[in-house]
């Protein structure tokens, strides 16, 4: 049998406990709440192109791209 004093008997230690949870649970409160009413600025965007499609006349056909040469065999 141990005559020492425990650690959880001890006057500092039986008030530090409460008010090391009510820190954290003010922390966190306080966190969720900046979090929640914190304003968000969406981003910037830059500014839009526009864009126009232009079609070829219909009797107007493109030639085809002439075959690649096959390379030299040794």
């Given at each position: 049998m141990s005559y020492a004093r425990s650690n959880s008997q001890h006057p500092a230690v039986?008030?530090?406990?409460?008010?090391?949870?009510?820190?954290?649970?003010?922390?966190?409160?306080?966190?969720?709440l900046w979090g929640r009413f914190m304003k968000m600025e969406p981003p910037t965007l830059p500014p839009g192109i526009d864009v126009s499609l232009v079609f070829a006349p219909p009797g107007e056909q493109p030639s085809p791209p002439e075959p690649l040469p096959s390379p030299p065999e040794d």
């Open positions: 039986r008030l530090s406990i409460p008010f090391l949870v009510v820190c954290l649970h003010a922390v966190l409160l306080w966190v969720l």
